[in-house]
């Protein structure tokens, strides 16, 4: 197991829709052991599988004390949620967004067997924001426009930290 980098916002593999997985095997397993090392030693809530460069469908998760995994996850979303979000491949930058309440998230475990995972608040914001990085898509991208402008404009300044 091992901490790997994360990458950041302006590198392709974030911006590039990531492939299903088709191998349950040990590179998987490996990947999926230093996701969750990455993801508790950033700290962060979440982390997807092209955060550390990898494009595969895989994302874990470290929400009310309870860590998991899903490979290859498809979303059944209901509800609405306004909050306040970050992410750990823009560091620093908050910002409110509109999410579903609830979500399921259904696909595989690293051993490839079926799994079912449901959430409520955070943990189904979660799972969205996650997904939406296997689509090779950030949390900015769906901000209120003057957000959006804002986050650009300080990001476009220079490298990181960005805040706000
Ligand atoms: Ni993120």
Excluded at 117 to 141: I, K, P
Aim: glycine share 8%.
């Amino acid at each position: 197991m091992a901490v790997r980098p994360i990458r950041l916002y302006g590198d392709p593999v974030l911006h590039t829709p990531s492939h299903p997985v088709t191998a349950f095997d040990h590179a998987l397993r490996t990947l999926i052991a230093d996701m969750i090392d990455t993801m508790i030693d950033a700290p962060g809530v979440g982390l997807a599988a092209p955060q550390v460069g990898v494009a595969l469908r895989v994302f874990v998760y470290d929400v009310d004390g309870v860590i998991g995994h899903i490979v290859n996850p498809t979303l059944t979303l209901t509800g609405d949620l306004h909050e306040v979000e970050g992410c750990l491949s823009v560091p620093e930058l908050r910002y409110a967004r509109h999410r579903y309440a609830h979500a399921v998230a259904e696909g595989f475990d690293q051993y490839g067997e079926p799994l079912r995972l449901e959430g409520e608040g955070l943990l189904a914001r979660c799972f969205q924001h996650e997904t939406d990085h296997l689509d090779g898509m950030l949390y900015l991208e769906n901000l209120a426009p003057d957000d959006k402008a804002d986050a650009l404009k300080r990001i476009e300044a220079g490298p990181p930290p960005w805040t706000n």
